[in-house]
C-alpha cells in the first residue's frame, strides 16, 4: 500500500453552479462549472496533479452532500475508479472548527474537505464511508421516488390554496390537481413495474412481513442497498436509528438518535405506524415499551430501529421471512 506522502487528497465545495477544487489543504484552489464539462476539467486536473514532477495517485476524494447537485461529480469521480466520499455537510463543518477553520468560503471550505480526507483515508472507518456506485435499476427507482415525492408537495400545496382562495379559481385548482394525481398514477404504476421486473427476488423474501407496502420496498431498494451486507450496528447508525450514548463522567445521558438518512427514515417512520397496528410482533413490542413508561415517540422510534433490524436480517440471510425464525434475529 502506497504511503500517504506518496498521495493527493482531494477536496471539492460544491454549489449548484461552481465545483471549487483543492488538491490539498494548502495550495490555491480553482474553480469550474458544475456541468458536464467542467467534471471533465476537473478530473483532468487530478490527473494531471504531481508532487516533485511524480504522478501520484489518489488517496480520497470528499465532498459533501449538497442537495443533490454533487451527484454528477461523485459519480463521474467515482466511475473513473477513484476512492470518493460524500459527507454530511454538519460533520465537514465540525471538522472545520476543530482543526480552527473559523472563516469559510468556497476555497476554505475546499482546502477542508482535502484536510478531512487525508483524516478519513487513515481511518478505520474508511471503506464503509466509500461511495459505492449504485446500478441503473437503483438509479431510475430513486429517481422516480424523488419525482413522486415532489408532486405530492405539488397537491398539498394546491389542496392549500383551494381552501383561502376566491371560489373563481376553484375550477383551475381543481384541474391542476387533476393533472398531478394523474401523473402519480403513471409514476406509481413506473415504481411498480420496477420493482416487479428488477428487484422481484430481494421483495419476495419480504413477501409475508406486513406493514411493508410498496413506498417501503421502493424505498428500501433505492436508498438503502448496504440492506443485508452490513450488521444489525452498522446498518442502525447508517440510517440514524440507533439510539447513541450521551454520557461524560457520572452523568449518564439519554440515548438519542440522530444523523443517517433522512429519506430512509422518514420512510421507516410510516413504515413503522403501520407495523405498529398490523404487524403481530412490532405491536407487541411497542405495547411492552408503552407498559414501561416510554413515551409514544420513543417507543415508535424503538420500532423504526427493530423493523430495521429484522429487515436487515431477512436480507442477509436469504431467507423468506417466517415470524417462528424471530429468535434467530439479534433486535
Given at each position: 500500500?502506497?504511503?500517504?506522502?506518496e498521495m493527493i487528497f482531494v477536496g471539492i465545495d460544491v454549489s449548484k453552479d461552481t465545483l471549487e477544487l483543492a488538491l490539498d489543504d494548502k495550495s490555491k484552489t480553482r474553480c469550474f462549472?458544475?456541468?458536464?464539462?467542467?467534471?471533465?476539467?476537473?478530473?483532468?486536473?487530478?490527473?494531471?496533479?504531481?508532487?516533485?514532477?511524480?504522478?501520484?495517485?489518489?488517496?480520497?476524494?470528499?465532498?459533501?452532500?449538497?442537495?443533490?447537485?454533487?451527484?454528477?461529480?461523485?459519480?463521474?469521480?467515482?466511475?473513473?475508479?477513484?476512492?470518493?466520499?460524500?459527507?454530511?455537510?454538519?460533520?465537514?463543518?465540525?471538522?472545520?472548527?476543530?482543526?480552527?477553520?473559523?472563516?469559510?468560503?468556497?476555497?476554505?471550505?475546499?482546502?477542508?474537505?482535502?484536510?478531512f480526507a487525508r483524516t478519513l483515508h487513515q481511518s478505520d472507518n474508511r471503506e464503509r464511508l466509500l461511495m459505492k456506485l449504485p446500478d441503473a435499476q437503483q438509479v431510475a427507482l430513486q429517481?422516480?421516488?424523488?419525482?413522486?415525492?415532489?408532486?405530492?408537495?405539488?397537491?398539498?400545496?394546491?389542496?392549500?390554496?383551494?381552501?383561502?382562495?376566491?371560489?373563481?379559481?376553484?375550477?383551475?385548482?381543481?384541474?391542476?390537481?387533476?393533472?398531478?394525481?394523474?401523473?402519480?398514477?403513471?409514476?406509481?404504476?413506473?415504481?411498480?413495474?420496477?420493482?416487479?421486473?428488477?428487484?422481484?427476488?430481494?421483495?419476495?423474501?419480504?413477501?409475508?412481513?406486513?406493514?411493508?407496502?410498496?413506498?417501503?420496498?421502493?424505498?428500501?431498494?433505492?436508498?438503502?442497498?448496504?440492506?443485508?451486507?452490513?450488521?444489525?450496528?452498522?446498518?442502525?447508525?447508517?440510517?440514524?436509528?440507533?439510539?447513541?450514548?450521551?454520557?461524560?463522567?457520572?452523568?449518564?445521558?439519554?440515548?438519542?438518535?440522530?444523523?443517517?438518512?433522512?429519506?430512509?427514515?422518514?420512510?421507516?417512520?410510516?413504515?413503522?405506524?403501520?407495523?405498529?397496528r398490523y404487524n403481530p410482533i412490532i405491536r407487541v413490542f411497542y405495547d411492552r415499551l408503552i407498559s414501561k413508561g416510554k413515551a409514544k415517540k420513543v417507543a415508535l422510534v424503538a420500532c423504526?430501529?427493530?423493523?430495521?433490524?429484522?429487515?436487515?436480517?431477512?436480507?442477509?440471510?436469504?431467507?423468506?421471512?417466517?415470524?417462528?425464525?424471530?429468535?434467530?434475529?439479534?433486535?
Amino acid at each position: 500500500m502506497m504511503n500517504a506522502s506518496e498521495m493527493i487528497f482531494v477536496g471539492i465545495d460544491v454549489s449548484k453552479d461552481t465545483l471549487e477544487l483543492a488538491l490539498d489543504d494548502k495550495s490555491k484552489t480553482r474553480c469550474f462549472d458544475n456541468d458536464e464539462k467542467g467534471i471533465k476539467q476537473v478530473m483532468a486536473c487530478i490527473k494531471a496533479a504531481e508532487i516533485g514532477s511524480v504522478p501520484v495517485a489518489v488517496g480520497a476524494i470528499v465532498l459533501e452532500a449538497t442537495g443533490g447537485f454533487e451527484r454528477q461529480a461523485a459519480i463521474a469521480l467515482c466511475e473513473a475508479g477513484w476512492p470518493v466520499m460524500v459527507l454530511n455537510p454538519r460533520q465537514a463543518r465540525d471538522f472545520a472548527k476543530a482543526m480552527g477553520y473559523l472563516s469559510k468560503t468556497d476555497a476554505i471550505d475546499a482546502r477542508v474537505l482535502s484536510h478531512f480526507a487525508r483524516t478519513l483515508h487513515q481511518s478505520d472507518n474508511r471503506e464503509r464511508l466509500l461511495m459505492k456506485l449504485p446500478d441503473a435499476q437503483q438509479v431510475a427507482l430513486q429517481a422516480l421516488l424523488t419525482r413522486r415525492k415532489q408532486l405530492i408537495t405539488m397537491r398539498v400545496a394546491e389542496d392549500n390554496r383551494l381552501e383561502t382562495s376566491h371560489k373563481s379559481q376553484h375550477k383551475s385548482i381543481m384541474a391542476v390537481r387533476k393533472v398531478i394525481n394523474k401523473q402519480l398514477a403513471m409514476i406509481d404504476s413506473d415504481i411498480d413495474d420496477l420493482l416487479h421486473t428488477h428487484f422481484v427476488e430481494k421483495l419476495s423474501l419480504l413477501k409475508n412481513f406486513k406493514g411493508i407496502g410498496v413506498g417501503t420496498q421502493a424505498s428500501l431498494m433505492a436508498a438503502l442497498p448496504e440492506l443485508g451486507t452490513l450488521s444489525h450496528e452498522q446498518i442502525s447508525k447508517l440510517v440514524g436509528v440507533a439510539p447513541l450514548n450521551c454520557d461524560s463522567g457520572k452523568h449518564k445521558g439519554k440515548r438519542m438518535t440522530w444523523g443517517g438518512r433522512a429519506d430512509v427514515r422518514s420512510m421507516l417512520y410510516m413504515a413503522a405506524l403501520s407495523a405498529v397496528r398490523y404487524n403481530p410482533i412490532i405491536r407487541v413490542f411497542y405495547d411492552r415499551l408503552i407498559s414501561k413508561g416510554k413515551a409514544k415517540k420513543v417507543a415508535l422510534v424503538a420500532c423504526m430501529h427493530k423493523l430495521l433490524v429484522i429487515l436487515n436480517a431477512i436480507m442477509k440471510s436469504g431467507k423468506k421471512w417466517n415470524p417462528l425464525h424471530l429468535e434467530t434475529i439479534k433486535a
